[in-house]
């Protein structure tokens, strides 16, 4: 089993920046691709950010790019998202998302069903 856990969530002011940090633990050796989603009030969840287990492939949604960059330290078995320029539409709250199989790599990074694993996810709030 994999454990996933954000941090780094909470109230910015609108132009802000936010660092969120998930951390997985158990059997992350069978770890491949790791992704944020997010979900607003009233909303589905949507795709933020993924990356594949070597950082090569990286997709945003159109929403972030240019503002958010996902990166990971597998040392650390550690995924972060650096978010900048924020606005009250990224207010939601952000989950972590782990692959388990590592065969999977030609599924779309923004696909929910690639992901096995999800954390409890870290609430973000930007006021305007």
């Known amino acids: 089993q994999v454990q996933l856990v954000e941090s780094g969530g909470g109230l910015v002011q609108a132009g802000g920046s936010l660092r969120l940090s998930c951390a997985a633990s158990?059997?992350?050796?069978?770890?491949?691709?790791m992704a944020w989603f997010r979900q607003a009030p009233g909303k589905e969840r949507e795709f933020v950010a993924g990356?594949?287990?070597?950082?090569?492939?990286?997709a945003y949604a159109d929403s972030v790019k240019g503002r958010f960059s996902i990166s990971r330290d597998n040392a650390k078995n550690t995924v972060i998202l650096q978010m900048n320029s924020l606005n009250s539409e990224d207010t939601a709250i952000y989950y972590c998302?782990?692959?388990?199989?590592?065969?999977?790599?030609?599924?779309?990074?923004?696909?929910?069903?690639?992901?096995?694993?999800w954390g409890q996810g870290t609430q973000v709030t930007v006021s305007s």
């Open positions: 158990g059997r992350t050796f069978s770890m491949n691709a």
């Open positions: 990356i594949n287990s070597n950082g090569r492939n990286i």
């Open positions: 998302a782990g692959d388990g199989n590592a065969f999977r790599t030609t599924m779309p990074l923004g696909r929910t069903s690639r992901y096995d694993y």
